[in-house]
């Protein structure tokens, strides 16, 4: 069964991480349902904000990638089921 999640990370270069958060959604075939950036920083950083309909396999394949990315820190998770 699909839930709800909203995933939260920290980011340096915010264009490439989107396009990579992007392709990673595709080949997964994740249903994003929202992918905001917030906030851009004195020293670049920015927030990024990301809900997704997906179960939690594929939820935590994605949080596994985007820990591994080198622009990512802080990635956090909530959500799922009730």
Same mark, same amino acid.
């Given at each position: ?5 909203? %995933?939260?990370?920290? %980011? *340096? ?11 990673v ?7 994003v349902?929202?992918?905001?950036i %917030?906030? %851009? ?5 920015a927030?990024?904000c ?9 939820? *935590?394949?994605l949080?596994?990638?985007?820990k ?9 998770a ?5």
């Amino acid at each position: 069964m699909e839930y709800r999640f909203v %995933i939260t990370a920290t %980011i *340096e270069n915010a264009f490439r991480v989107v396009q990579r958060v992007a392709s990673v959604a595709a080949r997964h075939r994740l249903r994003v349902l929202q992918l905001q950036i %917030i906030g %851009i920083e004195i020293d670049c950083l920015a927030h990024l904000c990301l809900v997704v309909q997906a179960n939690e396999e594929k939820v *935590e394949q994605l949080i596994k990638q985007l820990k591994r990315m080198v622009d990512c820190s802080n990635v956090n998770a909530q959500g799922g089921k009730p």
